[in-house]
């Protein structure tokens, strides 16, 4: 079974420039999860996607980040513009329609300048 | 609201010694699942175990085992005969009210050393 698949696997930028990142989720994957990761701490949950619909975006900063899930499948998150403190591990993760346990992907490692 | 604690920021130890991470809980949920996962140098995170709050029996799965105590709130993992290739930062998480989304804890950064 293939994984979660995102890329680019890393990214640096200058502060105001935009990015964005993209993630393939397990096949079958009904529920796809973007993370935050800031170094030193535990992952923070960004927004969760059931099937193209959103269940949960209260902890993404709307007014630089957004993300959407087109066809319900590859998912893509933004930044515009992009500041010092973004500099995370961006994770994504799907489950499957029990949820339980996710599958994460590899991160994308964002470094703002 | 949900929270994780995990105090050992880093532990060090020579190979074969056993260790043992700590994990301190705090929910208002009746129902909720704790969850370990290692998150090796290559950045992805590895779903170790998940445990649900009905189930208190302890979990050994090869050289890993799960303590899982309600009474102390605590969920520790304990690595047993440790190698190098378990060096990584290890999460415990914790999620409830319904929601399998857990709430990850700041990780624990074990080094073991040859």
């Known amino acids: 079974e293939a994984g979660v698949a995102q890329s680019p696997r890393y990214k640096i930028i200058e502060k105001r420039q935009s990015v964005a990142f993209w993630c393939n989720p397990i096949s079958g994957h009904a529920t796809l999860y973007w993370y935050q990761q800031i170094l030193g701490q535990g992952p923070k949950l960004l927004i969760q996607?059931?099937?193209?619909?959103?269940?949960?975006d209260s902890q993404l900063p709307k007014d630089r980040f957004s993300a959407e899930r087109l066809k319900g499948v590859d998912s893509t998150l933004k930044i515009q513009p992009a500041k010092l403190e973004d500099s995370a591990v961006y994770l994504c993760?799907?489950?499957?329609?029990?949820?339980?346990?996710?599958?994460f992907g590899s991160g994308t490692r964002l470094t703002v300048v | 609201a949900q929270k994780v604690t995990q105090a050992q920021t880093e532990i060090s130890v020579v190979e074969k010694e056993d260790v043992t991470l700590d994990c301190v809980y705090e929910t208002r949920d009746t129902t909720y699942y704790l969850f370990w996962y290692k998150q090796p140098p290559s950045g992805e995170l590895v779903f170790l175990i998940r445990r649900n709050s009905f189930d208190e029996q302890n979990e050994i799965s090869g050289r890993y085992s799960w303590n899982f105590q309600k009474s102390t709130s605590s969920f520790n993992f304990t690595i047993t005969a440790s190698q190098v290739v378990d060096s990584a930062v290890y999460f415990c998480a914790l999620s409830g009210g319904g929601s399998y989304i857990p709430t990850f804890g700041r990780g624990t950064s074990l080094i073991v050393h040859p």
């Open positions: 996607f059931q099937n193209n619909g959103v269940v949960d």
């Open positions: 993760a799907s489950s499957s329609p029990r949820g339980g346990g996710y599958t």
